[in-house]
């Protein structure tokens, strides 16, 4: 990435973990990224680098105060959409039935952030970038590729979204994904929407990041040798070959090797 990302494209991820150094070994040998744990002025906060651009955030669950929430919140992915005004962002969020959860608050001379809930129940960040635009490198080996919302009701959703930030929603045309709601910014899939009732009873509506890999069964097979798990074994669909997995911690994503590039 060259420069900033346009209002609503999915822009950031980050971890939040009991173990914040296991999850920043897990996914360095994982995917080849390098990462520490940050200074105390930024909460510990660890941005994971690859081929020295940012990819992806790891954070240790803490309250405020620095002190360690009991009970633990569950180990999650948070996709970041960018907005180039995050205010006014959160009052149309407020307006059409969603849930300011966090925020607004800056990072340093970063940018400013927030969290919400959609009316699905599906939790999101929001970042209005300052000095960081977000994800310094995408669609290559180890780096984010899509972000993907599961929810119960997909019209809600894709009406929600569609009326706090500058994305429209089309039905996909890939074959076989009937029923797949695709985001667009400016007439380009920047990420979708998939029916709930697709998973397992009891999955709450989510966010989840996509990573690209050069080979999905090697990378299920290094998850499951590093102590993770597989949610759903690798398979071939029409945008390519992936699987869903789980860190060690439970923190749940997917990873894709995409049948054809994705453009600049």
């Known amino acids: 990435m060259t420069g900033p990302y346009k209002p609503g494209t999915p822009c950031w991820i ?12 897990f996914y360095s040998d994982l995917f080849g990224w390098q990462g520490e744990i940050g200074p ?5 906060y660890s941005v994971c680098t690859l081929k020295g651009k940012p990819v992806a955030g790891i954070m240790k669950a803490m309250n405020p105060d620095g002190s360690v929430p ?32 966090m925020g607004p608050m800056d990072v ?12 699905t129940g599906a939790v999101v960040g929001l970042w209005q970038p300052g000095t960081f635009d977000g994800a310094g490198i995408v669609n290559e080996h180890g780096a984010l590729i899509w972000n993907e919302l599961t929810t119960a009701d997909l019209p809600a959703a894709a009406a929600f979204y569609s009326s706090v930030l500058p994305v429209t929603t089309a039905r996909s045309e890939m074959p076989g994904a009937e029923g ?34 050069d080979d999905v069964d090697e990378i299920q097979a290094a998850t499951v ?23 060690p911690q439970g923190g749940s994503f997917s990873v894709i090797t995409a049948s054809a590039p994705q453009g600049a």
């Open 70 to 101: 009991d009970p633990l919140p569950p180990t999650v992915w948070t996709t970041y959409l960018s907005t180039d005004n995050i205010d006014g962002t959160l009052k149309s969020v407020t307006d059409a039935g969603g849930t300011v959860m």
């Open 225 to 247: 040798r590093a102590g993770g798990s597989v949610l759903a074994p690798a398979f071939d669909m029409a945008a390519g070959r992936m699987a869903v997995l789980a860190d």
């Open 14 to 25: 980050d971890l939040m973990v009991p173990d914040q150094q296991a999850a920043i070994d």
């Open 108 to 119: 340093m001379d970063l940018g400013r952030m927030a969290v919400i809930a959609d009316p």
């Open 40 to 44: 105390p002025e930024q909460g510990g």
């Open 180 to 213: 797949y709601i695709e985001f667009k910014v400016d007439d380009r899939a920047v990420g979708g929407i998939m029916d709930l009732s697709q998973l397992p009873p009891g999955v709450a509506p989510h966010w989840q990041p996509y990573f690209h890999v």
